[in-house]
């Protein structure tokens, strides 16, 4: 016999948790916030009858631990209302988050955007009371293996920072959720200036691994000519972030340079979606940073053309 | 019985004329001249034995006409020394000039390249006496339908210079064979100005249409940011062509931009190439550009992300 929902989920004191999205970031994060003792709530498509079945699967070190029962659900209305929703949907699907959403709110419902890129936050502040949006980066390498499966690679690190806020209680208890869970939290005052540092590698090296021809990131550190691109894109970003306000120091990009070649033959996201004939998140990572390098006045040539080159290329070709 | 090679050609006062390369340029305007009475003799690799069975078949305005016999030779030792060298080789093929041309020479051989963009003279003035050097560029839709035979779609024209000289006798000689055989041939003082303006066309076109993923003229014309880009690229060319002193007005550029959405989808020669997977001559239509941009010091960021997208695309991957 199932035990009834409510017998799973955590002390009736925690925080009521929904993932939106079952990806490997919101699988990952979702179980291992469930295994340290937190109410969560899975909102899944394909993924449901193998929860159903098998709970998560979480393999991570050589060690493989479960969820089960998992709750999982394939409609927001089922979920219903909680206080913390982490958006890990594609950004390709924030089509969907006004319909998703909605079930799931309270008059306090904190959301918080684990998306790649820039604009996510902005956008669920049209959805939900602006002081409400939080957002979060993600440093981890993860794959989700099956349906209700996901493998971590290496666990990384979450920052984590208000929309448009310093951070407050809010922010550090939900910094702590995390870090309850075994997951290292950095809470932070300005959200947009760690996702500025974090587009200083995606612009370039996500961008050119697919305008170069599907290539990993050694084939690009291999081509002198690309590499000069790398660094190009990476001072027409600073350039960008600078007339906004976030000044990040030239050693920043530097340095994430240097640990590319590293990195052997790495796949970015985008490229591993590109490849696959997935939607590619296009907006977050080049338009959104280039609309607002040009509102702030910035010469970002390298930027437009990467971009103008990535529409084309995955299929976007409106507008 | 094949009557002797010399009975075929033209009277003893008449010049010698080479035909390096037998695509469509070679078998196109080296028929030409041969049918309009001049000594043309062509060297010609894979398309000997066809050329030797049936002649040069040339089609045009539903007409076919032959050349035949023609002299068609495997070896330059065979064509032995003579007075006008046509280069119509593919740029890519370049490195086989010196092996190829020394046959061909005496003191006053005059060489005309009439490959596409820029560096072919100065190359050529390495392997001949720089003053022989001359350049042409074949404005004709033209295409090599079966070994030794030709389509021309578009007869077009023919501009022709000296290398590094205002035009003089020899040019308008030369200039008077073109005419002569039925080629609009105009006959100019600068050379490098007539290239840089075939360059802003080619330039974004060519390039745009292989890295955004092997697309015609008209998807390009279609994607406002692409057609943002073009713009910019030609912006682009023109500040590269003014520093080096060839001052192309804004309004040439904007009819070379106007014409193309009626081109229809056009696969601009560099596509067609790609799409084969034969080399394609990234290195004078993007690479001698951009190094002559920078030597005058200007800036050309577009430029130099298109060549190092090209140059990674094709397989150019060196520096």
Redesign the interface.
Known sequence: MTPDRSDVEGGSSSKRIAILGAGSIGLYYGARLALAGNRVRFLVRSDRDAIETRGIVLREGGKVETVFPANAFSSAEEVGPVDLVFVTLKTTANFELPRLLKPLLHAQTAVVTLQNGLGNEDFLATLVPPENVLGGLCFIASMRTAPGEVTCFQRGSVTLGERAAAAGDRTRAIGALFEQAGIPCRVVDRLDDARWRKLIWNIPFNG?SI???G?PTD?IC?????V??VR?LMSEVLTAAAALGYVIPEEFAQKQFEVTPGMGAYQPSSLVDFLAKRPVEVDPIWGEPLRRAHAAGAKV??M??????L???VGE???
């Open positions: 050119l305008a170069a021809g290539i084939a291999a081509n002198p000519a690309l000069a691109e190009a040539p390298r437009e053309m990467l971009y103008a080159l529409k084309q290329l070709t409106r507008a």
